[in-house]
């Protein structure tokens, strides 16, 4: 892959093709930049940045990630320029595309790192993130899906807004009416995908959670829709939303804002019953979030016939043993992986042995050379 004017690499190649790959290096070199580019590559979002601005090289006005990726389908080239002040143009095999989510879906990751450590105890939103990651990489059409509800949403919440102010809004009733129709319609697209998503999940990931655990705790993985539907068709869900929406129509318009749909969707997580979010000890939660990051690797793998890339940054050292066995017992050498570290120490000499170790220094990636 390449990277130019990305985060702190100005003009880097290099070659990722050893099943597992391990990124040495101090604090804030670019190893996290790096897994950064290609979960770019992968679902066209960052988990760190909220703007492009962010990733393009300070004092430079674009940054180009490019990636060569071969898989069983073949070869494939996947390039996303990062304009400021513009938008991304992604290229596919060098050509042009109309849109970003024409190049998705050909790379495939799964990431896990510290941040995700939190995600029982983080908010609603981010485990919403976490299942729109997945679907976008299964099916990139849902990038549209999500785009189409953000904009209605936003444009439904500005009116609801000015009455919310206490400005008269005339004919309310009316305009309000023509939104819920396209926010049912729209919304139901995205809760629709991320109910089913949940449910081929939700048995992996408890599987899982068996394994590790010994087999001593049950995690249920429950998706809990704002809205709930009972059948999967999309004229029932939006019926259900239209009935929502008119439920709370009047506190709508008190508040000034949505309250009913996807954006405040949320995924409960529950071990034997109880909430793990508020009884979970720290390392039932760890456990949790390990059995949903290999459910995550194994449902990929299901749907694209292939394993994915899996990024670990930062993370291996969190874990213990028995936690860390698992995760590479898992992985072998069948997963391609990247695991970023400071301190080659912390890996296990069989494993050291297969890695390919890379050098990660102040935006430049080096190989290790073997020691005499
Ligand atoms: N847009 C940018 N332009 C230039 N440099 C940047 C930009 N964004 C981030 N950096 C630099 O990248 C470095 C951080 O890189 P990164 O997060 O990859 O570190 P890391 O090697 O993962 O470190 P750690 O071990 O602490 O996780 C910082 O020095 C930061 O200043
Ligand atoms: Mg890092």
Redesign the pocket.
Same mark, same amino acid.
């Given at each position: 892959m390449h990277l130019y004017a990305f #985060? =702190?690499y100005s003009d880097q190649t290099l070659t990722l093709s050893s099943p597992k790959t391990i990124l040495v !290096? /101090?604090?804030?070199? !670019? &190893?996290? =930049? %790096?897994l950064?580019a290609i979960q770019l590559l992968a679902t066209g979002r960052s988990n #760190?940045a909220l703007r492009d601005r /962010? %990733?393009?090289? &300070?004092g430079k006005e674009q940054a180009r990630v490019t990636a060569r990726v071969e898989r069983q389908a073949g070869t494939v080239e996947l390039e996303l320029l990062l304009r400021a002040g513009t938008r991304r143009l992604a290229r596919l095999n060098g050509e042009n595309q109309r849109r970003q989510a024409d190049i998705l879906g050909y790379l495939n990751c799964v990431c896990f790192s510290s941040l995700d450590l939190d995600l029982v105890r983080a908010s609603p939103e981010a485990r919403r993130t976490w299942l729109d990651g997945i679907l976008i990489q299964i099916e990139p059409i849902y990038v549209r899906l999500l785009e189409q509800y953000q904009q209605i949403l936003q444009q439904r919440n500005a009116l609801l807004k000015r009455t919310g102010d206490g400005t008269p809004v005339p004919d309310i009733l009316e305009q309000l009416a023509l939104w819920n129709g396209q926010l049912a319609r729209a919304g139901s697209q995205v809760m629709r995908r991320r109910s089913r998503l949940l449910e081929r999940l939700a048995p992996l990931a408890r599987r899982w959670h068996g394994s590790i655990s010994g087999g001593r705790e049950q995690l249920d993985v429950h998706y809990a829709p704002q809205v709930q539907f009972l059948a999967d068709d999309s004229q029932s869900v939006q019926t259900a939303f239209a009935e929502a929406l008119q439920a709370r129509q009047a506190l709508e318009l008190l508040r000034g804002t949505t309250l009913v749909g996807p954006h405040r969707d949320e995924v409960e997580l529950t071990i034997d019953g109880t909430p793990a979010r508020q009884f979970g000890s720290q390392g039932q939660q760890r456990t949790l979030v390990l059995a949903l990051k290999l459910a995550e690797l194994e449902l990929l793998e299901q749907v694209t016939g292939e394993p994915p890339l899996l990024l670990l /940054? /930062?993370v291996l050292a969190e874990l213990d043993l028995q936690r860390q066995d698992q995760l590479l017992g898992t992985i072998q050498d069948r997963v391609q992986t990247i695991v970023?570290t400071?301190h080659l120490g912390l890996f296990d000499s069989h494993w050291l042995q297969s890695a390919t170790v890379l050098t990660?220094e102040q !935006?430049s990636v080096l190989p290790v050379l073997a020691q005499p």
């Amino acid at each position: 892959m390449h990277l130019y004017a990305f #985060r =702190n690499y100005s003009d880097q190649t290099l070659t990722l093709s050893s099943p597992k790959t391990i990124l040495v !290096g /101090d604090n804030a070199q !670019g &190893k996290s =930049n %790096l897994l950064e580019a290609i979960q770019l590559l992968a679902t066209g979002r960052s988990n #760190r940045a909220l703007r492009d601005r /962010d %990733l393009i090289q &300070k004092g430079k006005e674009q940054a180009r990630v490019t990636a060569r990726v071969e898989r069983q389908a073949g070869t494939v080239e996947l390039e996303l320029l990062l304009r400021a002040g513009t938008r991304r143009l992604a290229r596919l095999n060098g050509e042009n595309q109309r849109r970003q989510a024409d190049i998705l879906g050909y790379l495939n990751c799964v990431c896990f790192s510290s941040l995700d450590l939190d995600l029982v105890r983080a908010s609603p939103e981010a485990r919403r993130t976490w299942l729109d990651g997945i679907l976008i990489q299964i099916e990139p059409i849902y990038v549209r899906l999500l785009e189409q509800y953000q904009q209605i949403l936003q444009q439904r919440n500005a009116l609801l807004k000015r009455t919310g102010d206490g400005t008269p809004v005339p004919d309310i009733l009316e305009q309000l009416a023509l939104w819920n129709g396209q926010l049912a319609r729209a919304g139901s697209q995205v809760m629709r995908r991320r109910s089913r998503l949940l449910e081929r999940l939700a048995p992996l990931a408890r599987r899982w959670h068996g394994s590790i655990s010994g087999g001593r705790e049950q995690l249920d993985v429950h998706y809990a829709p704002q809205v709930q539907f009972l059948a999967d068709d999309s004229q029932s869900v939006q019926t259900a939303f239209a009935e929502a929406l008119q439920a709370r129509q009047a506190l709508e318009l008190l508040r000034g804002t949505t309250l009913v749909g996807p954006h405040r969707d949320e995924v409960e997580l529950t071990i034997d019953g109880t909430p793990a979010r508020q009884f979970g000890s720290q390392g039932q939660q760890r456990t949790l979030v390990l059995a949903l990051k290999l459910a995550e690797l194994e449902l990929l793998e299901q749907v694209t016939g292939e394993p994915p890339l899996l990024l670990l /940054d /930062d993370v291996l050292a969190e874990l213990d043993l028995q936690r860390q066995d698992q995760l590479l017992g898992t992985i072998q050498d069948r997963v391609q992986t990247i695991v970023t570290t400071t301190h080659l120490g912390l890996f296990d000499s069989h494993w050291l042995q297969s890695a390919t170790v890379l050098t990660v220094e102040q !935006g430049s990636v080096l190989p290790v050379l073997a020691q005499p």
